[in-house]
């Protein structure tokens, strides 16, 4: 029952979430669309908590991301040991990082009164679901060894049967309890990111690193 | 030469009282709103002065505008890569207390205390946190008229030799009102990772697109001028939009509108948008010279011909025929762009101030001879403070406009005393007396149409039966595939 709930039913809602409701934000209400950055508000200890989130989570994200596309490449990559065991650790080191960052997001919201006007229930559900997210990471990190490697015998399988369809749980359902939780708080994640302002993610500023630096829009052209 | 049409600002320093009207307009009219309670798209500060917000001008701090990069342009702050990379947390923003933290006060508590012994107050409060302020800290004109002060003017850096403010005999003051400059070259169109800002094509108005900004902040601190503005609220930027919606129309801008001293002229510029990027490579002293060559005579046949073929309209060569801006500009060379040295090529000019019009004291008696307008070697005003603000330290270029401003006042005054001038004073500034009377013209009596010249967009000209057909009147959204 758990595992209906966790593997199906979670995936699918926040699939189906995550692809409707992020077009329809994008075309009838862009004006929220941004990170409702509190840089202006607070920087001291933001600058502890921002960079050291983003830089420990983007790798560790792409690497779950590239884990699941290319899942051949990456067993032949990780079929050396010596590989396997760098791969692991510099994972480890920059989760560890991540989770200092989001806790010290969360903190400093705790009492700032100028925060306080910018701070709405969105804000707190987002810190709590990554800084949730981020620690079961690290302790299946550390506590369920090798987890580059069977990840792509497991979950990504899994998920790959969830995108096409055929959603085969059999992969993950005798996993130990903290990694369903991971996997839950990753669906729910991906559910709420089309409400919160977790949207800033899905907009990659690439054009301009092309574009000549003026930008001229003109009524005519 | 690509022809280009800007509409332009000037300020005459010499009249501007500082008595903040065109700041309180434009903020009843723009920012008046949760989240935007700090920006003051147009500020008038004192001068020396530390500014709004504090020490703008220190672009070591804030890294705003471009430098020279061997023979290229770059953003002093950082190139596209460090951009990608600051993203998260952008080192040179400025913060809440470089402007002031906002407040108001509990004006419901002179009506609504209950009774007691005491008199209620209005007790001031925060417009952000919404908490109590015991001490109010800053605003923006925070130092109004301090000029001889050692807490904020001895920190203007343009002021080389602190002593001159210690001093009765020689401390000065003026007022430096300013906006956003809708630079010809602008470093924070430049610095926008989701190209969120761009400049109109039709008439230079530099512009932030809401839907697009997604508050990444480096604009905040690109604009050497400190006029993008971050707003806490919806967490994207805003700036001066040149009162667009009034300008479109040929209405003058709210700032100008309701400037009391009438110290602003809104006009037309033509320039050659193909010499821009040359004109910003020039070295600090060429700077001045540099923006005036980029700007075109609306005369001239062959401008006008090429103007056409980028479309500029009939009524608009007209109105840059007609515009006061050129005349300040580059006509009488008077006016000056702020702080050209920033590279970003500003579009608002300023007449520098003689105010006070006074010598160092003791030099009476000098003055009687000049017939009580001091000369120029006598005035009390630092030729070096005009030129760190207006002319990248090139003292040529405000001695210049500074002998024509004297030589045109000495003219007046002798001619409304009925006393003999002396030609050679209006000779010696490049002026002759029928420029005299023009410039005497624009600078008093000259009406509001005089002033502003200002041609409208005409946009529901374009296109009428598409626009009528399709979209109504009301330029609501993009059709499918485009505008045309």
Redesign the interface.
Known sequence: MLNSLIFIALPYVALALLLLVTPYRFLSNRLTWTAYSTQFLERKVLYWGINPWHYGILPILLAHIVGFAFPGVFKRFLGNPETLVGVESVLFGLGAFAVLGVLLLLLRRVNSGMLKRVTFSSDWLILYLLLFQAGTGIYIGYFMRWGSQWYLHTAVPYLWSIVSFQPQIDYVADLPLVFKLHAACAFLIVAVLPFTKLVHMLYLPVDFLKDPPLLYRWRSK | MDVRAQIVMVFNLDKCIGCHTCSISCKNIWTDRKGAEYMWWNNVETKPGVGYPRQWEDQERFKGGWVVDGKKLK?KAMG?GP??AN????PN?P??EDYYEPFDFDYGNLAGAKEGKDQPVAEAF?Q????KIEEIQGGPNWDDDLSGSQVYAAKDLNLKDKKVIESYDSMFMQYLPRICNHCL??AC??S????A??????DGIVLVD????????FCTSACPYKKVY?N?????AEKCIFCYPRVETGQCNACAHSCVGRIRYVGVLLYDADAVEAAALKGDAELVEAHREVILDPRDPEVCRKAKEN?ISDNWLEAAAASPVYTLVKEFGIALPLHPEFRTMPMAYYIPSLSPVLSTWGDTHKLLEHGMIPALETLRVPIGYLASLLSAGNEGVIEEALKKLIALRVQMRAENLGLPADPALLQEAGLDEAAAKRLYRLFTVAGYNERNVIPPQQ?EE?DPQRRKQEAGFGILKKTRGG??
């Open positions: 953003l596209k951009t990608l993203m998260f947390f952008q923003m913060k809440v925060s952000i946190s919404g908490k070259n602008p169109v430049a926008c990772p989701s190209r800002l761009y400049k109109r094509g039709e809401q839907e697009v900004c997604k508050g990444w902040r971050f806490w609220n919806t967490g994207k479309g946009r374009d505008s045309k």
